[in-house]
């Protein structure tokens, strides 16, 4: 949990979820691009704050010293302050957001929602922005999507779904649902499997018989894409 305790303390997170796009400009000042498609993977940079007590948290630079840069951790935002980044914007009560399933039509970047709420056809299943995850995968609602009247509604989303659906699965939407075991452990919520990129060094700054712990720069992560 040493990467989760670093983003419950952050400062700041840094979040790039772009596209992989490429740009030419001609020299009569065209400008033309091209997306290169790829699994568009999230990268999140922490940046600590410098006013940790080194004797409280020794367990948590343990835990960080001895997964390195070569171990999988994982990001539950839903856990933090940092709720709103992930957190559900729909119509949809926590229970109702439970009950609903990600169904096998599922593909490329539609999701397809079923066991859906006895609701009022208006309001919404999901808003943009709305995160959805299926497996170890999160993905972002790209429009609004209504109850309407169907049995299922289909969510467009930022990225190629990566997971093939054979069954209905439980959805994980926000805050909401249990995710599938990651690292042999299940979450509450949108929950991201990172491995660090960069992992700064620290510094001791002394106080009255203790250390403020002082990092060199922020914790960079990119998301594990199998």
């Not at 033309?32 to 790829?38: M, P, R, V, Y």
């Not at 990566?162 to 599938?180: C, E, L």
Request: glycine residues 8%; charged residues 15%.
């Amino acid at each position: 949990m040493s990467l989760q305790t670093i983003l419950s303390v952050a400062e700041s997170v840094g979040i790039n979820d772009h596209k992989f796009v490429g740009q030419m400009l001609s020299r009569n000042m065209r400008l033309s691009t091209s997306e290169i498609l790829t699994v568009q993977p999230f990268e999140f940079e922490l940046r600590p704050m410098n006013y940790l007590l080194y004797s409280q948290n020794r367990a948590v630079l343990s835990v960080l010293r001895e997964v390195d840069r070569q171990g999988e951790q994982y990001l539950n935002f839903g856990s933090t302050g940092w709720l709103n980044y992930i957190a559900y914007r729909g119509d949809m009560t926590s229970i109702q957001v439970n009950a609903c399933t990600i169904e096998t039509g599922t593909a490329n970047k539609t999701i397809v929602l079923g066991s859906l709420p006895s609701i009022s056809a208006s309001l919404y299943i999901v808003k943009t922005g709305d995160f959805i995850q299926i497996d170890r995968y999160a993905y972002i609602a790209t429009a609004d999507v209504q109850r309407g009247a169907s049995a299922t509604v289909n969510i467009p989303v930022h990225r190629t779904v990566m997971t093939t659906v054979a069954s209905p699965i439980g959805a994980v939407i926000g805050q909401y649902g249990t995710t599938t075991a990651l690292g042999g452990s299940t979450y509450t919520g949108i929950t991201f499997p990172v491995i660090m990129r960069n992992y700064p060094t620290y510094s001791l700054v002394p106080m009255t018989n203790d250390s403020f712990i002082q990092w060199t720069g922020g914790f960079r992560a990119i998301e594990v894409v199998l």
